[in-house]
């Protein structure tokens, strides 16, 4: 009994410190600590009210700056900040983000494959980013959503982008579309965390180039088409 006792006294003791060091991190390389650390900061989603006084979240330089880009969108635009912060800062072009969970870059009636939070909301959001485009004279606009999630491929949808992007031509914008990233079937990051990976157990963590491409072609073609009416950048 003494030495069952100890046992288990040693296996709570090692459970008890693998939990406090979260899994001794160390024992991963530098790049992939890094990637599946969570150091993005606080989500940067803004309110309509923000946009008028033009109080978005800043990138790419001081927030003093007047931006010469801004990024809208969903929570997938707020997830390019890294990225977009990193190049803005690379080519000195200050930019803003003006996202919002669910809620895409279009213009007009919303439709989705998951209830919004709150559609006259977004609707608010949307007609406010196209009046501060205008008023504060932002050259480059880019839109960046879950594309997929908001019925891509039907008629309202493609009204809905096409007005958008309209309306940011006006306003004497370049306009850029994003293209999505992949909608996996697995979790990356946990995924990175597994060191040690039986022999044939990877099948179910890989993801093609041409999966990808059939993902995203109904979004490309519905791209396409409106490429024929109003010119942006993909």
């Known amino acids: 009994f003494p030495m069952a006792e100890a046992a288990t006294l040693c296996v709570l003791l ?17 790049a ?3 990637f599946i650390a969570d150091n993005r ?18 990138f790419g330089g001081p927030a003093a700056a007047v931006p010469t880009i801004l990024v809208w969108g969903d929570s997938h635009a707020e997830a390019a900040w890294p990225a977009l912060d990193m190049l803005s800062r690379r080519h000195r072009r200050p930019g803003a983000l003006a996202a919002l969970s669910a809620c895409p870059p279009v213009l007009g009636p919303l439709e989705s494959h998951r209830p919004f939070h709150n559609t006259s909301h977004c609707l ?7 009046a501060a485009v205008s008023r504060f004279a932002i050259k480059d606009v880019i839109l960046a959503a879950h594309w997929s ?9 493609r009204a809905g982008l096409a007005s958008a992007v ?25 995924m990175a965390k597994r060191r040690f990976v039986p022999d044939g157990a990877l099948a179910p963590f890989t ?18 088409r409106l490429g024929e009416a109003a010119p942006f950048r993909l």
Not at 41 to 55: H, K, Q, T, Y
Not at 210 to 223: I, K, L, P, T
């Open 166 to 190: 309209e309306s940011l031509g006006q306003a004497g914008a370049r306009v850029w579309i994003l293209e999505d990233t992949p909608d996996l079937p697995f979790n990356p990051s946990r």
């Open 124 to 130: 608010r959001l949307n007609e406010a980013v196209i």
């Open 14 to 30: 090692s459970g008890f410190w693998l939990l406090h060091t979260k899994g001794i991190p160390e024992r991963l390389p530098v």
């Open 149 to 157: 999630q908001y019925r891509p491929e039907s008629e309202r949808f």
């Open 207 to 224: 993801f093609s180039r041409d999966e990808y491409d059939r993902q995203r072609a109904v979004f490309r073609g519905m791209v396409a």
């Open 32 to 34: 992939l600590r890094e």
């Open 41 to 58: 900061g606080p989500i940067r989603f803004i309110e309509p009210e923000d946009v008028s006084r033009l109080a978005f979240p800043r």
